[in-house]
């Protein structure tokens, strides 16, 4: 199922581009109505298309987001957005490819590095995997403990120099720089960190779960650097 979802999502955007801006909805309709657990796609500024898998956008005010981090840690995190603020904050510019085949080059982000977040939480140095959730309900992530605290694996709260927006997944997402955009939760509500890896939403579905941009799910994309 994902390659020919893949490769059909890949035609679908060469086409948008052929012809314009005219074929938008209906390429954005079709690949929405073709690729199953995908609620809706809009396109976005500079190039992103915004996916859903629950048919609609979850909001959620800076003042009332919380991110809990739990499972096998010395000290359990529920933190405000503000307390995400108070953590070290790194910044980097990454692209951004999406397994459809789409990609925004040289993407300003801000944060917290996940691999501080876990130390602050003081994860089991035995333990293998996160488990991470979006407040959407519906969408899953997981990462090994050894991608989740690569230098290039973030909780995004700035992208461009400003607040994360409601579509991009604010008010904080995932950023996993190396994989593809699936990889990277947006509406980030949940890290657990457990003694397996379960695989999340869209690996359920057909895709890979180590998503290595060029190295997976039948795609040869430039890895991102």
Request: glycine share 12%.
């Amino acid at each position: 199922m994902g390659r020919r979802v893949i490769l059909g999502m890949v035609g679908l955007g060469a086409l948008g581009v052929a012809f314009g801006r005219q074929l938008n909805s209906v390429v954005n309709n079709t690949v929405a109505a073709t690729v199953p657990g995908l609620g809706g796609v809009i396109p976005a500024a500079g190039g992103f298309r915004i996916y859903t898998v629950t048919n609609g956008y979850p909001e959620m005010s800076e003042a009332d987001y919380r991110l809990t981090v739990g499972g096998a840690v010395n000290s359990p995190l529920n933190l405000s957005f503000t307390d995400l603020g108070s953590l070290p904050q790194t910044s980097m510019t990454k692209d951004f490819q999406c397994v459809t085949g789409w990609r925004v080059d040289d993407v300003p982000w801000s944060g917290v590095l996940m691999s501080d977040l876990l130390a602050v939480a003081g994860a089991s140095p035995t333990a293998i995997a996160l488990t991470i959730d979006s407040f959407d309900g519906a969408y899953t992530e997981s990462l090994t403990m050894e991608q989740a605290v690569r230098p290039d694996v973030l909780i995004a709260t700035s992208m461009y120099g400003e607040p994360v927006s409601r579509e991009h997944g604010g008010p904080a997402r995932l950023l996993v720089a190396p994989m593809y955009g699936y990889k990277s939760l947006k509406w980030l509500s949940n890290i657990d960190v457990v003694d397996a890896v379960i695989p999340g939403y869209w690996e359920q579905r057909g895709y890979d779960i180590d998503a290595w941009v060029g190295q997976s799910n039948g795609r040869s994309d430039e890895p991102v650097t």
